[in-house]
């Protein structure tokens, strides 16, 4: 049975420049570390099982008001990320239904506006697994993170980039994950909330040092080339800036327009010293 706070990360490649440096330095005193899917960790801390999580933006938007954010760190991209794809055989136009993964809010709702706005297309969507793509019938299937990076090499389908389609109508990078920390456990453990940040800042250092060395030994969980895992994480930003918070923003303003949303999320941060 754990004890003390537990922060969650998502289990994924694309965490491990953070994961890899923290279990060969160990965590903070007092915090457990709980890796899982998105949508868990989103639901694990909008129940407070968990007091920080490496949360979905969309479950972000969701409960702002009990959240605040950690200065400077989330997942985003730039372009093309390799890891959110959506997969189909008819023309986008003809097609009859789309299934989505269960394990990411985030990334439903940014084909949602994909298709529906940036497309003006009205497709139905459902919740489901890749067998029902592979059945066929007019059916496209988004996949996320580890799953989409083992789908990129499948033959005869076509494949679209979310990150690189929100670039190319926005000009601004796409913002997938946020780290999230309730308010409640800040105005209790701030102290220890802190130590975590200054944690987690450094175990990214150390695995930006060591980008190389990670990719080669976590390319085999897809499995892919350790060159083609380096392209990959060198393509993920760990970092938010300037213009992944409008990013952000943008994602936040178009959920609203499509009613996905209710009211408009504020972006509001724990004050951490850097």
């Not at 909008?46 to 997942?75: K, M």
């Not at 789309?98 to 394990?103: E, K, L, Q």
């Not at 059945?135 to 979310?162: F, H, M, N, P, Q």
């Amino acid at each position: 049975m754990m004890t003390g706070n537990t922060v969650g990360v998502v289990n994924y490649i694309n965490t491990s420049q953070i994961m890899i440096p923290w279990r060969r330095l160990g965590g903070p005193e007092g915090w457990n570390v709980l890796e899982s899917t998105p949508t868990t960790l989103n639901r694990l801390l909008r129940e407070g099982a968990i007091e920080v999580g490496l949360i979905s933006s969309f479950a972000y938007g969701q409960s702002w008001q009990d959240y605040l954010l950690f200065p400077g760190l989330g997942i985003s991209a730039a372009g093309p990320v390799k890891s959110v794809l959506f997969i189909h055989r008819e023309p986008l136009h003809e097609l009859e239904r789309i299934v989505t993964t269960s394990h990411s809010a985030t990334s439903v709702n940014l084909l949602r506006i994909i298709v529906e706005d940036f497309l003006n297309l009205s497709i139905p969507f459902y919740t489901g697994g890749f067998e029902e793509f592979e059945a066929g019938g007019g059916t496209g299937y988004l996949a996320i993170g580890d799953e989409a990076l083992r789908l990129s090499s499948l033959e005869g389908v076509d494949k679209e980039d979310l990150a690189a389609i929100w670039m190319e109508h926005t000009g601004l990078p796409f913002v997938f994950a946020v780290w999230a920390v309730r308010r409640e456990a800040w105005e209790r453990e701030r102290v220890s909330i802190e130590k975590l940040y200054a944690h987690i800042v450094k175990c990214l250092d150390a695995g930006s040092a060591a980008l190389g060395d990670i990719a080669r030994a976590v390319a085999p969980r897809i499995p892919m080339r350790p060159d083609q895992c380096l392209a990959y994480l060198q393509g993920i930003r760990l970092t938010l800036g300037k213009e992944e918070l409008e990013g952000l923003n943008r994602y936040f303003m178009l959920l609203e327009d499509l009613g996905l949303l209710k009211g408009a999320p504020v972006l509001q941060f724990a004050e951490i010293p850097r």
